[in-house]
């Protein structure tokens, strides 16, 4: 009998263990009988704020930044802007304003003795003529003191008009002009406004061509 209790209790032991240790595990889902798994939840998505433009400063020009503009090309009325009193080659007193209020002046040296100046009067004197309103004609006679008459001579036979004053180049009176358009060649001209403006230095003898010349610089 004793030894009976003995193999009953060694019996109850075990199996009471083994049915501490199943209630303790988890189920066991069976995915043949159609449960799905169980979806844990993941952590909680993170939210970045938005964010929001910085402030971009802008620089705003001033209303009157620009520069004034002004029509440089325009040409005003006006004298020789370089001062002289002299006389002409027919002997009368002559001085900047005898060439009058004009938008250009026609700076012209030349000589009797240069064969293209003597050629080309004829188509100066036809520039004078249709010019005259806006163009001042001034000659600078190379050789003025030493033969008046043929310059005369040249002049008339070319249809020069009065308004196209000739001096002696070589007059202290005039000698800022000589400089303007002295080169060492003849002829030279030099195509100026009374400020000074739109300088034009020509050198050799153009002819008709200086009418070209004039209409751009009048015209532009």
Known sequence: MKNFFIIALCLLVPLSLYGCVTESKPPVLNADQGE???????????????????????ETPPADSAPDETDAGELGRGVLPFSFTTRDLYGNIVTEES????????VHIWGTWCGPCVNEMPDLAALAIEYGDRVGFIGLLDDFSSNPEGAKSIK?????????ITVDAWLAEVSELNALVLSGSFPTTVIIAPDGRQTEQIIGAYGAAYADILDVILEG
């Open 36 to 58: 799905e798994p169980l979806e844990l939840p993941g952590p909680d998505p993170v939210i970045e704020p938005e964010e929001s433009p910085a402030d971009i400063p802008t």
């Open 99 to 106: 060439l009058g209020e004009k938008q250009l002046f026609f």
């Open 156 to 164: 008339e036979s070319a249809g020069v008009p009065d308004s196209f």
